[in-house]
């Protein structure tokens, strides 16, 4: 159920005026020929928003909010932890867990795992709800709802949310929403927002991607995961920033530290992105026993970015990275297996490249090529 406006028209809320309904799930949606203009103040809150006019304006102030109202994630995915651990729900990132099996390191462990990679140009997918501590209460945050805004023209100086609901201390975090905006040009400076709630464990960062050709604005986008106050030194993961012009991914835990994952299962071969943005304390991790980061211009490692190929326990893959620069700042790329590494420009600055191919002399070598410039500096590179 929910509110549905469609035909010949424009809608304008006035300043002060909210359209709410706050059930899991619940639709707002309006498909107008006219404008959609949201005036100072003005909310709509729902479990998904669905704008599409000419022109849709938010105003100082207005919100559009999804926080903690997701309806069922898809089937057949694992964001939603099991168990009593109160661990973060999945979704972009990774949820954190704070419990860790014996034997295994806290990079063992974690809490919903992410879904809907194959989504990650056009977002339509709610978060997952936290876990809970208790099997009679459900202690975990909601996931995120979801927002599409499609219009000529966007005018952004309000704020488009869908982050994961809160656990407090029983329970952990639910997993950001889905933000999909498509328009011909954007301007303003408002903020939008797809993060992980905070909990016991926190929650996976969302999906947000912009599909704007002509940008103006100075909007402050935030993909990261939650706060986990049962283990503060591991955050939910970053969820995915994805700019379809010019096709670049951001990668971004906003200076939250984490021992959790933003796993890329299958990065473009064509089209390529342009450029891979990890930054901020964030982690990626590629799993899969072959795979490439490929990028036409930059891969950027910035402020402890954490990126590792394969898996610590399995040494024994073979993976490639190429691209025109590969820019590493207070960094570490990990590699458990043999790595070829291909770049035009390699500058490095407090960074570390760690190679780990284990014993198994079936291991490829690897090859870290840089053919126009390579420039080092306090960088540490090991390879067992």
């Excluded at 100072?40 to 105003?59: E, Q």
């Excluded at 729900?89 to 879904?115: I, L």
């Excluded at 994961?164 to 498509?182: D, E, P």
Aim: aromatic share 8%; glycine share 18%; hydrophobic share 35%.
């Amino acid at each position: 159920g929910g509110v549905f406006i469609g035909g010949n028209g424009s809608l304008q809320l006035l300043d002060g005026v909210s359209v709410t309904c706050q059930r899991p799930g619940c639709v707002v949606s309006a498909n107008l020929s006219g404008d959609i203009r949201f005036g100072h103040g003005a909310r709509v809150v729902a479990g998904w928003v669905s704008l599409a006019a000419t022109n849709i304006t938010l105003g100082k102030d207005a919100v559009i909010d999804t926080t903690a109202l997701a309806g069922n994630p898809p089937d057949k995915t694992s964001g939603v932890p099991t168990g009593t651990y109160g661990d973060g729900g999945g979704h972009g990132g990774r949820g954190a867990s704070c419990y860790v099996n014996k034997g295994q390191t806290q990079e063992d462990s974690w809490g919903g795992d992410t879904y809907a990679w194959s989504e990650l140009k056009t977002p339509n997918s709610y978060g997952s709800k936290g876990g809970s501590t208790s099997v009679e209460k459900d202690y975990g945050g909601g996931g995120g709802g979801v927002v599409w805004l499609f219009a000529d023209e966007i005018v952004m100086n309000g704020t488009v949310i869908a982050d994961g609901g809160n656990g407090g201390t029983k329970g952990g975090g639910g997993s950001g929403g889905s933000i999909y905006l498509k328009a011909a040009t954007m301007q303003g400076g408002g903020k939008i927002s797809a993060c992980g709630g905070n909990g016991l464990s926190g929650g996976g960062g969302g999906r947000v991607s912009i599909d704007v050709f002509s940008r103006h604005d100075d909007t402050h986008f935030f993909v990261h995961g939650g706060r986990s106050s049962g283990c503060p030194d591991n955050a939910g993961a970053a969820g995915t920033l994805y700019e379809e012009v010019p096709k670049s991914i951001t990668v971004s835990n906003n200076n939250l530290s984490t021992q959790t994952d933003t796993v890329f299962l299958d990065p473009p071969y064509e089209p390529l992105w342009t450029n891979v943005f990890i930054k901020n304390h964030a982690k990626v991790s590629l799993p899969l026993r072959w795979s490439r980061l490929q990028a036409q211009g930059q891969i950027s490692l910035l402020s402890r970015a954490t990126l590792t190929f394969g898996l610590t326990h399995y040494p024994y893959s073979e993976f490639e990275l190429l691209a025109e620069e590969l820019l590493m700042s207070d960094s570490t790329i990990q590699v458990f297996g043999a790595l070829r590494m291909s770049v035009k420009m390699l500058l490095m600055w407090n960074s570390r490249m760690v190679i780990d191919g284990g014993r198994d002399s079936g291991v490829a070598t690897s090859l870290l090529e840089g053919s126009n410039l390579i420039v080092l500096r306090g960088i540490i590179s090991d390879t067992f």
